[in-house]
């Protein structure tokens, strides 16, 4: 089975997946995102980070749909989005993980991919009850693709535990797994390595490369850990106080002075 | 066998077929809780409307008869046709389906995450409302449910056990109403059934990730009101279920809408999340109400199938707050 995705115009000008036009976002007086825009090439890694507070976290569920910016556009796969619901935009092909792991904890690790397919399966309530026939068929090709995917993230030891019972590093990487069994044209990480040891750290930076390089996926994250960022990603974004404040690659963010001065702070 | 023994051996049985009738309204809340925090206060009311609604349309009575004469000064009750109680029930099905949609896009789809106590609120409101419509739909006269169900004791049954007695006892055979055995068997199959659709179907997996966690759900792509939908029309069908059989039992009136009363001592002991806590619960209590009344009721004056559940209940609570079968309460410091 082919888990390719299109893959990136390699030469040329890079195809636009993501376009973020002038987006503000407010919580009644509260400005969380002030006119932000930036956009996110098909098949790379857009980092996005900034102190806390900046406005990260915010901008991910503007993307994801939980949050709906009063002002802005936002263009995703060639359309206009206008006011969908989130469920509507997973169906779109956007897949995310959560800062605080959000995953299904009375379930095993195997129903969590599964509900991850969700938007791959479409045969009706009758049939699902009826269960024999196309819906089985159905259950056997999907449960065919998750097996791949916790082949790849080295998740077979667990597959049928509870995923409530896992430790803290393993559930982070079951999330992960659940949001690629949706096969996400774009896949969203809210600090996917926060709180993680250096060596789970490794195993996550590898998993997210290898999702890159071998699916094609194209993957917006919120880090902390600077390393990592300059590391992995092909280009990075900088929030401070819900505006932008810079964009560009790793090298050039890194020895940008407005960037160095919002992390280090400036005396006056 | 003695034939003391015999008489205990009765009231356990009979004590478990009672039991699996409050495990069955029992199990109405418990549906409704895991999938979406709501103590829904409504489920006797509308097993009550559930069953009314069923013998309206099985003996084709006109609804809404008692206002229309009043508006139109017409004389008319009855279509004048019966339906088959097969066609009948589907009917009453797709009426519950209905009532789901209209409960999700009238109620619920405008609490959105209000605290559950407001929630609790709304259907306390919900169930003296169907209380009032389902009297205008159907009229408030007492109603006899008749879907075809045998009911009164198994004389089979009597004659087979009437041996079983040591020679020269006292001993008469046993009893057991057969409509029991039937709410027993189809109570069976109702959980097999749902147990299986949540474990091994897409859209029972949605059902759990929804009772689990919100955001992550809608992150995956599972509608919420979709699911409120579902969820809410399964709790219809379960009441109807436990309204043919209650309703077969003691008669459509408006004491079927207490039956919800007696599953709340099944859901303290069960746990309000859990499914075979229902099930368990119920045939605790069951069992436990006949079994004190057989044995001490005649000692303190009998009645006590009134309080014994609740005793037994609030014993439960301080000992297990979160019921057999509940999540554990666990405060993490």
């Not at chain 1, 659940?178 to 590898?206: F, H, I, S, T, Y």
């Not at chain 2, 436990?242 to 004491?255: D, E, H, N």
Request: with cysteine; glycine share 10%; aromatic share 10%.
């Amino acid at each position: 089975m082919s888990i390719q995705n299109t893959t990136a115009d390699q030469q040329g000008q890079p195809e636009v997946l993501l376009d973020l036009k002038n987006i503000s976002l407010s919580f009644g007086g509260v400005k969380a995102i002030t006119d932000i825009s930036f956009d996110i090439y098909e098949g790379e890694v857009r980092a996005i980070i900034g102190p806390n507070g900046a406005g990260k976290s915010s901008m991910l569920n503007v993307i994801n749909g939980f949050y709906h910016p009063q002002e802005g556009e936002i263009w995703f796969d060639g359309k206009q989005r206008t006011g969908m619901k989130p469920y509507e935009i997973a169906y779109q092909g956007i897949a995310r993980t959560f800062q605080n792991i959000a995953l299904f904890k009375g379930m095993s690790v195997l129903d969590n991919l599964m509900t991850g397919r969700f938007t791959h399966m479409n045969k009706n309530l009758f049939w699902q009850a009826l269960w024999k026939g196309p819906a089985e068929q159905e259950e056997i090709i999907n449960r065919e693709f998750v097996e791949h995917i916790i082949d790849f993230l080295e998740i077979q030891a667990i597959r049928k535990t509870p995923v409530g019972r896992l430790p803290y590093g393993l559930q982070k990487r079951v999330e992960l797994g659940r949001a690629l069994a949706a096969q996400p044209k774009l896949l969203l990480l809210d600090e996917p390595m926060a709180g993680m040891n250096v060596e789970e750290k490794e195993d996550m930076c590898r998993f997210i490369l290898d999702v890159n390089d071998t699916f094609g996926t194209t993957i917006a994250l919120i880090e902390h850990d600077m390393g990592v960022v300059m590391d992995i990603s092909d280009r990075v974004v900088v929030l401070d106080y819900g505006r932008k404040i810079g964009d560009g690659d790793p090298t050039a963010v890194r020895n940008d002075q407005t960037v160095i001065d919002a992390y280090l702070g400036v005396s006056h | 066998m003695s034939a003391d023994f015999l008489y205990t051996l009765e009231v356990i049985l009979n004590g478990l077929m009672a039991g699996v009738m409050y495990s069955l309204v029992a199990l109405g809340f418990v549906l409704i809780f895991k999938a979406s925090g709501i103590f829904n206060y409504a489920q006797g009311v509308m097993a009550l409307f559930a069953a009314m609604t069923l013998v309206g349309i099985q003996t084709g009575q006109i609804p809404f008869a008692h206002l229309i004469n009043a508006i139109f000064g017409t004389e008319m009750h009855h279509f004048g046709w019966q339906v088959p109680a097969f066609l009948a029930i589907i009917l009453t099905v797709g009426v519950m389906v209905l009532f789901a949609m209209i409960v999700e896009k009238y109620i619920l789809h405008h609490l959105v995450n209000q605290e559950p106590i407001i929630l609790f609120m709304a259907t306390i409101g919900l169930a003296y409302f169907m209380e009032g419509f389902g009297d205008i739909m159907w009229g408030s006269e007492i109603k006899t449910m008749d879907v075809g169900i045998p009911s009164g004791g198994s004389l089979w049954l009597e004659e087979y056990t009437l041996g079983w007695a040591a020679e020269g006892e006292r001993y008469w055979g046993m009893y057991i109403d057969k409509l029991d055995m039937v709410a027993t068997l189809v109570a069976v199959i109702l959980v097999v059934s749902l147990t299986l659709f949540s474990q091994y179907t897409k859209t029972g997996r949605a059902l759990r990730a929804v009772a689990d966690d919100h955001q992550a759900a809608l992150s995956v792509g599972i509608s919420l009101r979709a699911i409120w939908v579902i969820v809410w029309s399964i709790a219809g069908f379960v009441a109807l279920v436990a309204g043919i059989m209650w309703g077969a039992k003691s008669g459509v009136q408006f004491s079927l809408s207490l039956i919800a009363l007696k599953a709340l001592p099944v859901l303290m002991l069960g746990g309000f999340t859990s499914i075979p806590g229902a099930i368990i619960g119920g045939l605790i209590i069951g069992v436990g109400e006949k079994l004190f009344e057989f044995a001490i009721g005649p000692m303190i004056g009998g009645a006590t199938e009134n309080w014994f559940a609740y005793v037994l209940a609030l014993m439960f609570l301080v000992f297990r707050p979160q019921g057999l079968f509940g999540e554990k309460i666990i405060e993490r410091v």
